[in-house]
C-alpha cells in the first residue's frame, strides 16, 4: 500500500475516496527516561531515547493507519499528517501522543 503525504499519486488515478482514517498511539512516561531528558535540558543536547521514541511511534501509526485503511479496502493513503502531542495525568506524569490521520483511497 502507498502511503503519502501527497493529495495526488503522479500517473495514478483516484478511482474513488473510501474516508478518512486515523490512528493513535500512546506511550506512557518512563521514570528513568524522563529524569535523563531532564539532566539534557540543563546541559543541553538531544534526548535520544525521546527521539527513538516518536520514531517508533510514527512508524507503529502508520502501520495502524495502513491496516485500517485496507479494511475499507483502500489501494492507498494520500494526504497523511503526523501530529505529536501529550496527554497530562495529573501529578504521575504525561502521556505521550501521536496521531497519523489521511484518505483512504482507490487508485487505477
Known sequence: MLLTTTDVIQGAVIQSYLGIVTAE??????????????????????????????????????????????????????????????INVDQSGVLLLITATGTAVKVR
Do not use: C, H, M
Request: no cysteine.
Open 25 to 86: 498511539v500512546v506511550y506512557g512516561s518512563n521514570f528513568l527516561r524522563d529524569f535523563l531528558a531532564s539532566i539534557r535540558d540543563i546541559v543541553g543536547g538531544r534526548t535520544g531515547s525521546y527521539e527513538r521514541l516518536f520514531e517508533q511511534g510514527q512508524r507503529k501509526a502508520l502501520e495502524e493507519l495502513e491496516q485500517r485503511a485496507l479494511r475499507l479496502g483502500a489501494d492507498a493513503v494520500i494526504g497523511i499528517q503526523i501530529d505529536t502531542g501529550t
